[in-house]
């Protein structure tokens, strides 16, 4: 196994806890009645969070999934 091999295995399990770790911190989308009047509709700075949240989450998953395409087809040995 090549020096560059072993490194994207150690990056893909980094993205992979990071990936779980990300999707933890997400707010959960279904309140159901508990989410009539909350507070977290009156303010915008939730939302944007949310959205930066969202936004960093395809990133990591996007980096994650081609850490293992490289390493499943065999790019790099």
């Known amino acids: 196994m090549s ?3 072993i490194a994207l295995l150690v990056i893909g ?3 992979a806890v990071s ?3 990300l999707i933890l911190l997400h707010s959960p989308k279904g309140d159901g009645m508990a989410g009539i009047g909350s507070a977290a509709t009156v ?3 939730k939302r944007g969070a949310e959205a930066g949240l ?3 989450t395809w990133i990591v998953f996007g980096l994650f ?3 293992c395409l490289v390493v499943g087809f065999g790019f790099i040995k």
Request: net charge negative; proline share 0%; hydrophobic share 60%.
């Open 54 to 56: 969202d936004r960093l």
């Open 43 to 45: 303010f915008s700075g």
């Open 19 to 21: 990936l779980i770790g």
């Open 3 to 5: 020096a560059a091999y």
């Open 65 to 67: 999934m081609l850490d």
């Open 13 to 15: 399990a980094i993205l």
